[in-house]
């Protein structure tokens, strides 16, 4: 009996997980009697109800085996803690491989686990790059990679990216795109959400906002640079705003919720249905998230990213993504375009199809099992 462990443990990774348990539990019903267990572990990463337990509940999936708890922490005391906990759990079970996705601490730290306990790793979203190592998630990535056993890429770059880090050719596998396997599923769910009426929006008649990172939310002037930014913006069109626990900790701390206006919605972080619906219905989105960058180019949906640079550039190359930059003037701008239907047309990118945690599955069963 073979075991597989894959973990989660912040928002981001629930999109990819569930994806790839589907596929082995679709599997395992073709194949009954096939020697094969799936386990999932939730770091606790990200712990409360609105970053996680509405993700499991969204995306269908099962109940995590083992949940570690660790909380929030800085960088160093949180991955210490995953990693700590996390051994228990491989020392216990023994699995023969463990799946990590994605850039977040879970990733690093679980990766570091197994590999030193001889376990062997599979990283899903490999090789992207941003080429910033002031981003932790960048870090996150480059080392993941560096030691993983079979790395699955989602886009040419990353494919380019690890051949030129000196990954051999048979660890590298172009597979396409989990978290576009989450989006086809689901928008049968997504065209039933209410969050439209909820919010008395019409489609088209809106934009969206998510921000995060450090670079746009921990600082006091950078923060209401952004904040003046909706405010210009919601003169023209509505805002949906979810706030993220880290930037609703900033804007208070520094008293800017007071600048927000009647048209934007500022509301607690959505389930993944619901945030779909609103990016598929949106003008525009507004972000500096990797993922949102995905699933509006897979929506045809126009994204204006506040970020000088982006780990998933085919996005930008092909997509209906654009970097702004820091320079709010520009982000301006390019959203004056969009409403003005001056905007470039995207396509969807090579493989991102649905069907990437299926071409996943089938190379691990065939590694595992040669």
């Not at 994806?19 to 019903?29: D, E, S």
């Not at 982006?310 to 209906?320: A, D, K, L, Q």
């Amino acid at each position: 009996m073979k075991k597989i462990i894959s973990v989660v443990g912040a928002r981001p990774n629930f999109m990819k997980v569930a994806p790839i348990n589907r596929a082995i539990q679709n599997f395992l019903r073709d194949h009954s009697d096939f020697p094969l267990i799936h386990k999932i572990c939730h770091t606790g990463q990200h712990y409360d109800s609105d970053m996680s337990d509405v993700f499991f509940k969204d995306l269908e999936l099962p109940e995590p085996d083992f949940y570690l708890g660790v909380g929030s922490g800085s960088h160093a005391v949180q991955t210490a803690r995953i990693m700590i906990e996390f051994e228990k759990i491989l020392i216990s079970e023994k699995p023969d491989l463990v799946i990590v996705v994605g850039d977040v601490n879970s990733t690093i730290a679980c990766s570091l686990t197994a590999v030193k306990l001889g376990i062997k790793v599979a990283h899903v979203e490999a090789g992207l790059r941003s080429f910033d190592r002031t981003m932790p998630e960048e870090i996150n990535r480059i080392l993941t990679d560096a030691i993983s056993d079979y790395l699955f890429v989602s886009e040419e770059s990353g494919v380019k990216n690890l051949k030129r880090e000196g990954i051999p050719d048979e660890k590298i596998f172009f597979v396409g795109n989990v978290m576009i396997d989450s989006l086809i599923s689901y928008l049968p769910k997504v065209e039933r959400s209410e969050i439209l009426g909820f919010f008395s929006l019409k489609p088209s008649q809106y934009g969206v906002v998510t921000l995060h990172r450090p670079s746009n939310v921990d600082s006091k002037e950078r923060l209401k640079q952004i904040i003046d930014l909706l405010v210009d913006i919601s003169e023209y069109k509505r805002i949906v705003f979810p706030i993220h626990p880290r930037t609703a900790q900033n804007l208070e701390k520094y008293d800017l919720l007071k600048f927000l206006n009647h048209n934007i919605i500022a509301t607690k972080p959505l389930g993944y249905i619901d945030f779909i619906a609103l990016i598929k219905n949106s003008a525009f989105v507004l972000t500096d998230s990797g993922g949102i960058q995905e699933e509006t180019t897979y929506l045809g949906i126009p994204c204006i990213t506040l970020r000088n640079s982006t780990e998933r550039p085919v996005t930008v190359e092909i997509g209906t993504n654009v970097l702004s930059g820091e320079d709010i003037t520009v982000a301006f701008k390019y959203i004056m375009e969009i409403l003005n239907g001056n905007f470039k047309n995207g396509k969807i990118p090579e493989l991102w199809d649905g069907k990437a945690s299926e071409r996943i599955v089938k190379i691990l069963i065939e590694k595992l099992f040669e």
